[in-house]
């Protein structure tokens, strides 16, 4: 039986990260590239209305606490 992995990271914090600034989260997670998406898409929704930056980055503080980054598509 294998051992169980130790999470690295706290979900508490990465979605605190990901409210003060989009993709923070995810970049936290180690997860760079996704986290610099999260933050250039949901400027440009800020960019174009500000309803699809809001929605944008709500999505992106529940991706940031859900996930695990040792996991493909985590």
């Known amino acids: 039986m ?6 690295d990271w706290s979900p508490g914090i990465a979605a605190v990260l990901s409210l003060a ?3 923070a989260g995810q970049m ?3 997860r760079l590239g996704a986290g610099f ?7 440009l929704g800020y960019l174009c209305f500000i309803l ?5 980055h709500i999505l ?6 859900s ?8």
């Open 37 to 43: 998406g999260w933050l250039v898409g949901t400027a």
């Open 52 to 56: 699809p930056g809001i929605v944008l």
């Open 28 to 30: 936290y997670k180690g």
């Open 21 to 23: 600034i989009p993709g």
């Open 60 to 65: 992106s503080i529940l991706n940031a606490y």
């Open 67 to 74: 996930g695990d980054p040792g996991r493909r598509g985590g």
């Open 2 to 7: 294998l051992p169980a992995r130790r999470q």
